[in-house]
């Protein structure tokens, strides 16, 4: 049985290194499913933070933000503070120099990764 597109998500998101960040559209991209930046975002919303080896704070807006909200329900604080602990400066409203930052894999490394091949 192939995998899900969670688990994809999810598969991809575990190589982000620690220091680095990407962003949701990346993310889906890298997964296959181009275009589906928000089914990212939707995925690693339900990551527990304090329940997860996957590091879903690694993962950020297309302009180099964390996605803050009220409906996150802390989250988006956690995962500021998880960054600066990695090292990437965010500042107060969660922006973050991007480029500086950017994870930037061999998408061919990634499938082989992802399919096992």
């Known amino acids: 049985m192939p995998p899900t597109a969670q688990q994809l998500i999810l598969q991809v998101t575990a190589m982000i290194p620690r220091g ?8 889906a991209e890298l997964a296959g499913y181009f275009g589906a930046a ?3 975002g939707w995925v ?3 990551q527990d933070p304090a329940d997860t080896t996957i590091p879903w704070h690694r993962v ?5 933000a964390i996605s803050m ?3 996150r329900n802390g989250s988006d604080w ?16 969660g922006r973050l120099p ?9 998408p061919l490394q990634v499938l082989q990764d992802l399919t096992g091949d």
């Open 20 to 27: 680095t960040v990407t962003t949701y559209g990346r993310v």
């Open 38 to 40: 928000r089914q990212v």
């Open 44 to 46: 690693l919303r339900r």
């Open 60 to 64: 950020v807006n297309a302009t180099g």
């Open 69 to 71: 909200s009220t409906g």
């Open 78 to 93: 956690i995962q500021r503070e998880l960054l600066l602990e990695e090292g990437v400066p965010v500042d107060r409203s």
């Open 98 to 106: 991007l480029r500086a930052y950017l994870w930037t894999p061999d």
